[in-house]
């Protein structure tokens, strides 16, 4: 998912809502993730408020405004400017009341409120650069995004606002009851107030202020870089065998009469896939690893070397123990030692996997002694699926259409989360095809979301996927605020008329992001900063990664497939039952590749000030991968992650996918469509948010401590550690 990098991360109350909590103690007897040191307790709690809140159950559904995406560029500046004046005039009033006259409420829930508007009203026109038809208008955005992360730093710097804090526990609040949720917002609030350098002297503060502003600064421009990007490769049809004639005659021709290949990923995955000229292949790597590298290398370099700085103002040994400290991790010990035990695990499969794709290879150019390189590994890979599986992605593309897998992953969510989905007739969208959705529970009908669903690529368009946070959820006076969210994707579009169809790895993207938008849609929790995916980094994958396990299930198949041959029929069982097979046959590779990225984010974020990222990158990938590594690419200028939010948090997609494997033990058990499950899957991980450590959700939805076993198990991998599914 889009975490905002800037202001949300700096904010003292929201800023916590973007780390996540621990898992369950390990047990002595059965392996689990790397340990780390637990956590310091939380002071004790004072006394509790007798329930003075109502139940979410009773809270009536305040709708939530559309996304206004109408401006003219000025517009845009003048309202990104207006929202500062209404937070600064909001948490001025807060300071200036007197402490003997503080409350909990009109102090901490006061601060809580108008961050949370300020975070809703300015993230909504951040979103605008990531999807807004208009450059001019993007780029307007794109100032906004930059001018408000600036702004959320100073915002989570301001000294007035600490001692307004400090001033209601050092008075009433010693005495006034709250409630445990109360409790955790005080905790979390201070705990950040102190990350954001509120104990350093006025002199280190105003430093850190700083360099975080600057990092503000190259986090947007490296991200708009990208977005705008417009690298791309002329080639000639002949130099295309084995691409499907489809992909070739969507194709547009450059002024001298070949065929332009683009970078994102609609060209770029189907000609690492297919293209049986290697020197195609590498072309294409080689663009796509190269994007924006004059500009981005610089700014990533610039960002890597403040981290550093601002980790050490702060008192930590690296800009990685600063971020894990809020997370399940604790430390970037503990990371390491993960990825090193998963390399480990997963080494003889990528060995295996490797030795196969050689061999093809060296049948293939007839040359003993070929090696693989890193373009190679993908249209290798494929080949061995075909072989070993009779699966052709591009022929399994066909049992895919894309209104077939919206209709029957909504199918799949509804059921199992006890929600229905209803489409907003004439919605106002910024551009064609995009579609606004209402959440309903269900039997109720009550109003829990709206999400909006844009799947095609067009010029300076977001050029991954993701989910994107738009409206926080939260209580509001005169009820509960629902979250609105949107699903960006780039998916293939129809040609001529025809239905659009989706790859297989398409098809998981999609259930994975759109486990975002539910875990937005169904949070429950009182306060902006603790509701939805505002839970630690190294969780936050895990519910989404949960659901890509279902898209192999046979009973899901069917819902989202068509067989193109018979249409109204669903793919046949034999395919279904070799889909699912050949669903780990690239683990030990596929895996690899992943610590090899968590790694190379790892290794930049504990090495000081002044790292060489195309070197790390290179021996890293060398080393980790065991493949050949060109010296022209320049793979980090375009590892957006390192400059959304995930910077020494990539390993999170692994962390946590050891979360989501045990999770989904219990729906294999059930059934995975059993709504029992499902709802209380929706009730112990989804809806609660932050208000508890992700330890004490999975606990309780699993009824033990989780391990990893699930993970090691879905991915082939038997070691003496693995204990037996149940």
């Keep these: 998912m889009k975490r905002w990098t800037g202001h949300l991360a700096a904010l003292a109350l929201l800023g916590a809502g973007c780390a996540h909590p621990q898992a369950a103690a390990p047990s002595n007897t059965e392996p689990q993730l790397a340990a780390a040191p637990a956590a310091a307790p939380p002071p004790a709690p004072r006394a509790l408020a ?30 990104c400017a207006a929202v500062e004046n209404t937070v600064d005039a909001q948490l001025a009033a807060i ?52 001018r408000a992360g600036k702004h959320g730093v100073e915002l989570g710097a301001r000294k007035d606002l600490y001692l307004a804090m400090k001033g209601y526990l050092d008075h009433a609040g010693k005495t006034e009851p709250l409630d445990a949720i109360d409790h955790r917002l005080i905790m979390l609030a201070m705990r950040d107030f102190r990350r954001n350098g509120l104990e350093l002297s006025d002199a280190d503060r105003t430093k850190l202020i700083q360099l975080r502003s600057r990092l503000a600064e190259l ?61 195609l292949r590498k072309r294409e790597y080689l663009a796509f690893n190269s994007r924006e590298a004059d500009k981005n290398l610089p700014l990533l ?11 050490h103002l702060l008192g930590y040994k690296t800009h990685a123990d ?72 591009e ?18 969510y509804s059921t199992i989360l006890h929600v229905t989905f209803t489409e907003v007739k004439d919605a106002k969208t910024w551009a064609d095809g995009v579609k606004l959705y209402e959440v309903h529970d269900a039997p109720g009908g009550k109003l829990l979301a709206k999400f909006y669903v844009d799947l095609f690529p067009r010029p300076g368009k977001y050029g991954h996927a993701a989910s994107f946070p738009i409206g926080l959820a939260r209580e509001v006076k005169g009820g509960y605020q629902i979250p609105l969210s949107a699903l960006v994707v780039n998916f293939n579009p129809p040609e001529h008329g025809k239905r659009a169809h989706l790859s297989i790895d398409e098809v998981e993207v999609l259930f994975h992001e759109f486990g975002h938008i539910m875990h937005g849609s169904l949070t429950t929790a009182r306060y902006a900063s603790m509701a939805g995916t505002n839970v630690d980094t190294d969780f936050v994958e895990a519910p989404s990664q949960m659901m890509e396990n279902f898209v192999y299930q046979p009973s899901v198949l069917e819902l989202i497939t068509e067989d193109p041959a018979h249409p109204g029929h669903t793919m046949p069982k034999d395919l279904i039952d070799r889909i699912a097979r050949a669903r780990t046959y690239d683990a030990g590779v596929r895996y690899t590749r992943q610590v090899f990225l968590a790694s190379f984010d790892e290794y930049i974020h504990t090495h000081g000030d002044h790292v060489d990222l195309d070197a790390v990158d290179h021996d890293l990938r060398a080393s980790i991968t065991g493949l050949q590594v060109d010296p022209h690419e320049h793979f980090a200028a375009s590892f957006g992650h390192m400059m959304g939010g995930y910077d020494a948090g990539y390993y999170g997609y692994l962390w946590s996918k050891v979360f989501a494997d045990d999770i989904f033990t219990r729906f294999e058990q059930a059934g995975v469509l059993d709504p029992k499950i499902g709802r209380e899957y929706r009730d112990d991980v989804l ?14 939805f699993l009824g033990r401590s989780p391990d990893e076993h699930a993970f090691l198990r879905l991915l082939g991998i038997a070691t003496p550690s693995t204990r037996p599914a149940k």
Excluded at 337 to 364: H, N, Y
Aim: charged letters at 25%; aromatic letters at 8%.
């Design 687 to 700: 809806a609660p948010g932050r208000e508890q450590a992700p330890d004490a959700l999975l606990a309780k």
């Design 395 to 412: 022929q399994i593309r066909a049992y895919f259409p894309a209104d077939k897998v919206m209709a029957g992953m909504f199918q799949v």
């Design 219 to 279: 986090q947007t421009q490296y991200s708009a870089n990208l977005d705008n990007d417009t690298t791309s490769i002329e080639v000639t049809r002949g130099e295309l065998a084995g691409l499907p004639a489809a992909f070739v005659a969507r194709l547009t021709k450059a002024p001298g009469g070949k065929l332009v290949v683009t970078t994102k990923y609609p060209d770029y995955y189907p000609v690492m896939e297919n293209a049986r000229l290697e020197a």
């Design 301 to 311: 370099a610039e960002a890597v070397k403040l981290r550093d700085e601002a980790a």
């Design 95 to 146: 300071v200036a009341i007197p402490d003997g006259q503080r409350t909990f409420a009109n102090t901490f829930d006061a601060t809580e409120q108008a961050l949370a508007e300020y975070e809703d009203a300015s993230g909504r026109l951040a979103f605008l650069k990531e999807i807004h038809p208009v450059a001019e208008v993007r780029a307007a955005a794109a100032r906004c995004e930059e």
């Design 50 to 79: 007798p329930a003075v809140y109502p139940p979410f159950a009773q809270l009536a559904a305040v709708d939530v405004p559309d996304l206004q995406f109408e401006f003219t560029p000025a517009q845009l500046d003048q309202a």
């Design 322 to 393: 600063y971020v894990t400290e809020t997370r399940m991790a604790k430390n970037a010990a503990a990371v390491a030692t993960f990825l090193t035990r998963l390399q480990d695990e997963l080494r003889p499969g990528r060995d295996v996997l490797d030795a196969k794709m050689l061999a093809l290879k060296q049948a293939e150019t007839h040359d003993p002694h070929a090696k693989l390189q890193a373009w190679d590994w993908r249209y290798f890979m494929h080949q061995i699926r075909k072989r070993d599986y009779a699966l052709d992605d």
